[in-house]
């Protein structure tokens, strides 16, 4: 077909190109196609497709800045009002730049496949990088998948790098040959989980972050003031410099004290501007019951005289040096896995008889406490855990905190037929996975210690034993944070063992009664955690009271009155939160 | 907007029949679909086998799948068809039938009442995703199921990856159109050839960009005779019969625009149309911007007092990079790009 072209037409009106505010462009490839083809004579597009394809491109047409289109384009999944809240927030008031701190088993990572999900419907995202610890990697992966029908892709090889949607781990991405292809890309959005990893801004993984070119920006972490608002700034400042001003100005207007911040009130309107905090028990987030059994145990005669060796070396040690705090930490924990297992023992002692000079009077009395180990035979907690096991014939897992005591676990489960699975922070990403998809299918019990504590959801198991315990609230809350959380659909039981007449039994106390934590659904732990330790830290204070106790009765004197201030700071935290809607 | 199962439905069965893909099984709830080989190769990636079957001629075997609009009340419909399936023992029928889907339907999902063990701890999982390659990549795409009866059920709503994948299909097979208007089957008899009007049509997308997004859509069409512009070209598009053949006893009239001059055309019409509308987005995109730079500016503005002049120059290029961020996140601009355009024979009016 030949065309014709009269120039002869009026010419429209004269009118001036009208300007806009905005620069406009205009895509014209299309056009070049359409010529060529013209040119060509064909091929033709079919008129229904191209019906069809206007119907579809109407159909998702976003047709407003401020309303969230994600939650029509996801099946499957409806979010709770506060991960909605957040998203919509993270959209309008933060333009996609923000820490998302929620309290563990929130769902922080709803929140950022909600918020990536609409920033990819909306069409301003394309490339992401997603970096988060090296056992994360394929959780996320599939639940970007199944949940938000988001295509992202693990990490393996040096292609992979190339796909548009990228999960991670921020260890293997801030090095070589990595690090430079990925600094000299760009990325539309980057999420980074488990975000107080990058607090320290002389470390190579934050100015690697502080060094990737990014649009929005997600930070995901659940302890984002544990101890020192220096570290608050440096996460803030990753994201956006400047926003609490420089340090100096940061210093000056909200620090006292590495711990202590001062104007609260201005700080935390500061904070809001980059930061959200769910907490549980706020809003209408409904979990399930805490269930607490404590279950006390008589320790045989062996295992008495076994403890309380140890204890009187233990105490008569600390006397000798004068009461030096520091360089009595392997003694501390001597005491504590005295508790757990006599593997546990026994390992850290002959440990500490290979550092000791040979002719040093000590030596003889731990010989004596070896011997002692020796004399043990049974396990009473060991014992007992297999008869709950038993009785409830349901999964479960087996906290503990020391690696002898899970090593001699999984020995003992399986002398006795029960399937059980290891977890523990030593073990690579695929040896994790793999641990876990057993503790799925197959295993009955998985037996981990705290190191596995962080990052693993356990929804399909509801009971937890609390083989021993960390001195530490918070670690005890990671526990629970496992397996109590969103998508867990029974009521959790936990199981405490604590062996009576000896330290652990005042632990317990502590925890369970003082600061009820095992039932604290109120969150706002970490906020008694804070005032209370603006001195000292808790699990050091129970240590030097451990310590320095002379008598029993002077060691329950110390620690209820630690129980008291605890208690004390509770139920303030409770007042204020009802004050403050 | 979104669609309802209905919508979408329409959509899928519009885009099949398109393709002339063989219905199997139809209902308001599913269609069970064995694809043409054009449409075949839209959908299912599997450029490999396309490539061998065109080097070798080997006769192609297309994959066939059942695309569930209604999940939830499909598979009720499966229990209900399955309960009185199952006493007759009709499981192992061979042919395929919604019976015989619905039977395997449920009890891969544990749903039946006599189905799976409840709950035993030590099971084994029949998770899909449980295989060795899910352990190592996180998630494996489904790999098609060959041969007669093996029919992978889909479920095709708004939001999922197939129906957006059929949406691209459908864009790729139909963006550049060149069509007549039928005449009817009178206009072959009569004496005089009816007069026929090009048209430059184009479904312009126009994108409104800061750190946040508005989209609109605007179906133009400009008579290449005239220079007329038409501005909901589409409907009327849509109300007419439209045929790819060139129809017998009608002629064409001359062009007094050539199709880039149409477009300047229309791009001009488009421009004046959008320099009306209210730009106090982009203003408050700006101030937002402005006040970002602003700290920005603040903050570095301390820090570059360093004296050392090698970190000096670190800072400043830190600086530089997180200027040009913050530009790229909350500039605004309008973008205009198109869906679909092409070449249209109107009957002269």
């Known amino acids: 077909m030949t065309q014709l072209s009269r120039n002869s037409l009026p010419q429209v009106e004269g009118q001036a190109a009208p300007l806009l505010p905005v620069p406009l462009s205009f895509e014209r490839n299309w056009l070049q196609d359409l010529e060529s083809r013209l040119e060509k004579g064909g091929p033709w597009g079919d008129w229904k497709c191209s019906r069809l394809a206007v119907q579809g491109e109407q159909s ?396 693993i959801n356990l929804q399909f198991c509801h009971h937890m034993i609390n083989f021993d315990l960390p001195w530490n609230p918070m670690r005890v809350e990671q526990r629970i944070g496992r397996v109590h959380r969103l998508g867990q659909q029974n009521d959790v039981v936990i199981y405490n063992l604590s062996t009576q007449g000896t330290i652990e039994e005042h632990i317990l106390h502590l925890l369970h009664e003082k600061i009820n934590m095992f039932e604290m659904v109120i969150g706002g732990l970490d906020v008694i955690l804070e005032r209370f330790e603006q001195k000292e830290s808790l699990e050091k204070s129970l240590y030097k009271i451990m310590l320095e106790a002379r008598s029993d009765e002077e060691l329950r004197s110390s620690l209820d009155h630690i129980g008291e201030s605890l208690s004390g700071l509770s139920q303030e935290a409770r007042k204020e939160s009802r004050a403050t809607p | 907007m979104t669609l309802t199962a209905q919508e979408v439905r329409k959509h899928v069965m519009e885009y099949l029949e398109a393709t002339d893909c063989t219905i199997i099984e139809v209902s308001p709830l599913h269609v069970t679909v064995k694809l043409s080989p054009r449409a075949d190769r839209m959908l299912t990636d599997r450029p490999y086998y396309w490539g061998f079957v065109e080097r070798t001629g080997a006769a192609p075997e297309t994959l066939s799948f059942t695309f569930v609009f209604d999940p939830e009340q499909y598979d009720h419909a499966a229990a209900q068809a399955a309960a009185p399936a199952r006493t007759r023992s009709a499981v192992n029928q061979p042919q395929v039938s919604l019976n015989a889907e619905a039977a395997a339907e449920p009890a891969a999902a544990g749903t039946a009442p006599d189905g799976a063990p409840a709950g035993g701890p030590p099971g084994v999982s029949a998770d899909p995703q449980d295989s060795i390659l899910a352990r190592y990549f996180g998630v494996v795409p489904a790999l098609p199921r060959l041969g007669p009866g093996m029919i992978r059920r889909e479920d095709v709503i708004y939001g999922s990856k197939r129906l957006n994948q059929i949406w691209a299909a459908a864009r790729d097979e139909g963006k550049c159109l060149q069509l007549f208007e039928d005449p009817g089957s009178r206009q072959r008899m009569t004496l005089f050839s009816a007069a026929y009007e090009p048209w430059l049509g184009v479904c312009y997308k126009v994108e409104m960009t800061c750190d946040l997004k508005r989209e609109e859509l605007h179906f133009l069409g400009i008579s290449l005779t005239t220079g007329k512009i038409a501005t909901d070209f589409g409907s009327r598009l849509d109300r007419l019969e439209l045929t790819p053949r060139l129809p017998e006893n009608i002629h064409i009239q001359p062009y007094d625009l050539s199709v880039s001059g149409g477009a300047d055309r229309l791009e001009s019409y488009l421009t004046g149309q959008l320099a009306g509308m209210d730009y106090s987005w982009a203003e408050q995109a700006r101030e937002r911007l402005k006040l970002e730079l602003s700290i920005v500016d603040l903050y570095y503005a301390e820090l570059l007092k360093e004296p050392d002049e090698e970190k000096k120059q670190a800072i400043e290029e830190q600086y530089n990079a997180r200027r040009t961020e913050t530009a790229w996140q909350y500039e605004p601009q309008v973008a205009v790009s198109a869906v679909t355009y092409g070449l249209f024979h109107l009957r002269s009016s």
């Open chain 1, 60 to 455: 998702g047409l976003v047709t407003s800045f401020d309303e969230l289109q994600c939650t029509k384009h996801l099946s499957g999944l409806s979010p709770l009002p506060h991960q909605l809240d957040t998203a919509h927030k993270v959209l309008f008031e933060m333009s996609g730049r923000a820490i998302l701190a929620d309290e563990v088993g929130l769902g922080k990572t709803i929140e950022a496949g909600l918020i990536l999900k609409e920033y990819l419907v909306r069409g301003l995202v394309g490339k992401v990088l997603i970096l988060v610890p090296a056992s994360l990697v394929l959780q996320w992966v599939r639940e970007l998948n199944a949940k938000f029908g988001i295509t992202a892709v693990a990490q393996k090889k040096a292609y992979s790098w190339g796909n548009d949607i990228v999960v991670a781990s921020l260890d293997t991405a801030k090095r070589d040959p990595h690090k430079e292809l990925l600094l000299s890309s760009e990325y539309d959005m980057l999420i980074i989980d488990e975000a107080h990893k990058l607090k320290n801004k002389k470390s190579t993984n934050y100015q690697f972050v502080q060094q990737l070119r990014k649009k929005y920006c997600l930070l995901l972490t659940a302890t984002p003031v544990q101890n020192d608002l220096g570290e608050l700034f440096n996460l803030i400042t990753l994201l956006k410099p400047g926003q609490l001003g420089n340090q100096g100005d940061f210093a000056a207007n909200f620090v006292v004290d590495k711990r202590q911040p001062k104007n609260e009130v201005q700080l935390r309107g500061e904070l809001s501007k980059v930061m959200i905090r769910n907490r549980r028990g706020e809003g209408p987030v409904n979990f399930t019951k805490r269930k607490v059994r404590n279950i006390p145990l008589i320790l045989s005669p062996e295992e008495k005289a076994l403890y309380d060796g140890v204890t009187a070396f233990v105490k008569d040690t600390y006397q000798e040096s004068g009461g030096n705090l520091s360089s009595m930490l392997s003694l501390v924990t001597l005491q504590r896995e005295v508790c757990s297992s006599r593997d546990a023992v026994f390992i850290t002692l002959v440990n500490l008889i290979k550092k000791l000079p040979a002719d040093s009077p000590k030596r003889d009395r731990m010989m004596e406490l070896l011997q002692s180990i020796r004399t043990v035979k049974t396990n009473t907690k060991a014992e007992k855990t297999m008869e709950l096991i038993r009785d409830m014939n349901e999964k479960v897992i087996v906290f503990t905190e020391y690696r002898a005591t899970q090593e001699y676990l999984l020995q003992y489960f399986r002398d006795h037929g029960l399937q059980c699975v290891p977890y523990s922070g030593g073990m690579n990403r695929g040896k994790k996975d793999w641990m876990m998809d057993l503790f799925r299918g197959r295993a009955q019990v998985m037996i981990a210690t705290e190191a596995g504590g962080e990052g």
